[in-house]
């Protein structure tokens, strides 16, 4: 790791290990505080010219002390030692007008993260703005030789950011840990006769030496635009429906979302209790692996500094555990599964065997709808249902005909998922889950 990254750490530490101790001197019970800094810098083009640069460079300071079953929290951006004596004593004001929760208090010991664990996202460059802007040049230009159906570049962009952070509690907890990202994205337009589609593509890692070519860019993104040109109306009616690769993530979206933690407790979704209950089909299973080399959401402890570990979501389409951070963990009576984040490195694995292609899924609904974007936000947690508006294309005989646009899909939840009828070995690396297209046996479908 870079010298001068090394000291920032260190100094980092110095001053969470200080902020938690002045925290208990000062008359907290316990105390957690986190530090987060951020720099960046982004640049875009368009028509070849530079349309915009910023540079970011951000800290906060977050503090929580616990007293007497009291909580309060602070946060600041001033890191000097009067300002932190100031905030740690704002916190325990604000605790005293708190009502008692036995519940709000740090992790048990025996689950905080002491050992790190490197997953090798930390891959610093000194990049130029100017080199920056010219790879967005050559990106449009590239996009603009490569079809005559495409109009106009409507944004080219890159993005480079370095994140370091460093946090301690009362139990001796000090880690801190740094990490790098890149991407790329790409947006145009295409036309033929009247008609106008968007299309689009991205790319992100941690090494910037790993983001796609231009080629593949622009390759995925005239495809996009290109397919759903001149779409047609289509019938209302109850059809097959596949969800494509960069929409099938609404669905486990909506699942992971039912099984939080805050949303078990306070019942405001649509799998209340569904712990050791079929929800999804009986060869599904859904895996977390939060300990991948390289990738960027994975990660060894979550926002309470508690240790992660690989879990079991689904088994056999029965729910094998909710997304527990300690609060709710203790609220639930349950042990604390490190979910103070967000999930991580999913997988979907189809027990009967292999996945299929994305092709033989096509040809297995043989008549019905691929949705492939969507529109609105007509879903509600609390009872499952669903309405949003949605374009696509449609499939005869197994094979795609045409794009298809403004229809709407309606049904619940429950019903989606128990009528999964097949998944494709399409997933997407870019995306934190690994599941490809899904096949669902029957949707309303309201067309023009």
């Known amino acids: 790791m870079d010298d ?88 325990l004001s604000i605790a005293k007008h708190t009502d008692p929760d036995p519940d709000a208090r740090l992790p048990e010991r025996q689950y905080l993260a002491f050992e790190k664990m490197d997953f090798d996202t930390f891959h610093p460059l000194d990049i130029e703005p100017n080199d920056m802007f010219e790879r967005c040049k050559n990106l449009e230009l590239k996009t603009m030789a490569a079809d005559e159906r495409v109009i106009s570049v409507v944004s080219a962009k890159e993005n480079s950011g370095l994140y370091i952070s460093a946090m301690a509690t009362t139990q001796g907890l000090v880690v801190s840990s740094a990490d790098t990202s890149y991407s790329r994205n790409l947006v145009l337009m295409c036309g033929k006769d009247d008609d106008r589609q968007y299309g689009g593509s991205y790319t992100y890692d941690s090494r910037h030496d790993k983001l796609w070519s231009d080629e593949l860019l622009v390759k995925e993104a005239i495809d996009e635009g290109v397919s759903q040109l001149c779409p047609q109306k289509i019938k209302t009616g109850d059809y097959p429906v596949i969800f494509d690769v960069n929409k099938s993530s609404l669905l486990l979206n909506v699942l992971f979302s039912a099984l939080d933690g805050h949303t078990q407790y306070y019942k405001t979704g649509f799998l209340t209790d569904s712990l050791n209950k079929r929800v999804l089909p009986e060869w599904i299973s859904i895996d977390e692996n939060p300990h991948i080399v390289g990738k960027m959401s994975s990660c060894y402890m979550d926002g309470d500094g508690v240790r992660t570990s690989p879990m079991s979501i689904i088994k056999h389409g029965c729910v094998q555990n909710y997304f527990l951070n300690n609060y709710f963990a203790n609220k639930l009576k349950m042990a604390n599964n490190a979910h103070n984040r967000g999930v991580s490195n999913t997988f979907v694995v189809d027990e009967r065997g292999a996945l299929c292609s994305k092709n033989d899924l096509i040809r297995q609904m043989d008549r019905g709808i691929i949705v492939h974007d969507t529109m609105g936000s007509g879903i509600k947690l609390i009872n499952g249902e669903l309405s949003i508006g949605a374009s696509g294309f449609y499939v005869e005989n197994g094979v795609i005909q045409y794009p298809i646009a403004e229809f709407t899909i309606a049904g619940n939840f429950k019903d989606l998922f128990n009528g999964i009828v097949a998944i494709a070995d399409d997933g997407d690396s870019r995306n934190v889950a690994d599941l490809g297209s899904v096949l669902i046996e029957k949707i309303k479908v309201a067309g023009g």
């Open 4 to 91: 001068d990254i090394e000291l920032e750490l260190n100094k980092m530490e110095d001053l969470v290990q200080y902020t938690v101790e002045k925290a208990q001197e000062l008359g907290a019970n316990e105390a957690r505080a986190k530090i987060n800094k951020a720099t960046g810098l982004s640049v875009s083009s368009r028509n070849t010219e530079m349309e915009n640069i910023s540079f970011t460079n951000g800290r906060s300071l977050a503090i929580t002390v616990y007293k007497d079953d009291r909580k309060g929290t602070v946060g600041t951006s001033d890191l000097s030692r009067k300002a932190i004596d100031e905030s740690i004593s704002a916190a």
